[in-house]
């Protein structure tokens, strides 16, 4: 046989290995675990079947309650994001508009720090006592809106989402700023001969055009939203109580705690709603639309 031939399948065989060695015999082993009693005071590993499950989706589990969390922060921050981006973007690329590159720089400057960075000092700036923004409202007399901003449960989560939109939707604007220029002149100029306005061709060139792009961005946005972290562990470590947490710090709590069987059925939940999502996302997509 050909070794020209032979080669190729030697970096696939081995592409594969590494993968599987890597990520995917983990995680069917991390699912394994999630159907035993596994923890860390005790060498025995008993099977217990659908037992963390049902402790999960129970009617009274704190779980379910990061499970919503989850939820609303990935659906609020996916459509406040895009639409900041979105919105941020088409500005941006208007004629009239000075000094677009330092804009964009000022916008997209967020996104180069850490989500740990950013939480931490949001955490400061926060402070209902020591914090910039409450000082600040208070030196130009509107004490009024000085409020707890991390420890009022009605506060405390739109908080973090829009903390969250302002480290995120520098990166959506540059995705769709990429997306806007590579939209041929020819169509606005056709759409000028006609007499359309700004807002009839954004609805009917620029938002068709950028279907691609936008579901693009949808799907970073709901993937990074289910998996988060970073931000809210450092900003407000789920608190006050559970009102904040969300199913990855729950798996964090689990494994501190020695829990090693719920920590793995949490990240199970997430691994299986991030497929049923994408799937639903891609799904919803046609032909045309993933070709492009």
């Known amino acids: 046989m050909d070794r020209n031939k032979i080669y190729p399948w030697y970096f696939t065989g081995g592409a594969v290995f590494i993968y599987s060695l890597l990520c995917f015999i983990p995680g069917v082993l ?11 005071f005790s060498r025995e590993i008993n099977f217990v079947g659908l037992k963390n499950y049902i402790s999960v989706f129970s009617g009274h589990s704190e779980y379910m309650s990061f499970i919503g969390n989850t939820l609303l922060f990935t659906i609020a921050t996916t459509i406040l994001k895009t639409v900041a981006g979105f919105c941020i973007a088409l500005l941006l690329t208007q004629k009239f508009i000075k000094f677009k590159n330092f804009h ?3 916008i997209f400057s967020p996104q180069v720090m850490s989500y740990l960075v950013v939480g931490l000092v949001f ?36 908080s973090v989402i829009t903390v969250d939109v302002w480290k995120g939707m ?4 540059v995705v769709i700023i990429a997306g806007l220029v590579s939209i041929s002149s020819a169509y606005y100029e056709a759409a000028d001969i006609d007499g359309a306005s700004f807002w009839q061709k954004t609805k009917s060139i620029t938002i068709p055009l950028l279907k691609p792009v936008i579901i693009n961005v949808i799907i970073l946005n709901v ?6 972290f970073d931000m809210i562990y450092s900003l407000t470590n ?16 689990e494994f501190s705690k020695g829990n090693l069987a719920m920590g793995t059925t949490l990240s199970s939940i997430l691994f299986f709603f991030i497929l049923a999502l994408l799937y639903f996302i891609l799904r919803s997509m046609d032909h045309k639309e993933m070709e492009t």
């Not at 699912?31 to 009693?37: H, K, Q, R, V």
């Not at 993937?223 to 988060?228: A, D, H, K, Q």
């Not at 789920?238 to 709590?253: E, F, Q, R, S």
Request: glycine letters at 12%; zero cysteines; aromatic letters at 14%.
């Open 238 to 253: 789920g608190g006050p109580g559970n009102a904040t947490g969300v199913i990855n710090t729950a798996v964090y709590k």
């Open 123 to 158: 955490r400061s700036m926060l402070h209902p006592t020591t914090g910039f923004v409450n000082n600040f409202l208070k030196s130009i007399g509107l004490e009024r809106l000085a409020l707890n901003w991390l420890t009022d449960l009605k506060l405390v989560f739109p």
């Open 170 to 173: 520098g990166y959506i604007m």
């Open 223 to 228: 993937t990074y939203g289910l998996r988060v």
């Open 104 to 106: 964009r720089m000022v």
């Open 30 to 40: 991390g699912i394994l675990y999630s159907f035993t009693d596994w923890n860390n």
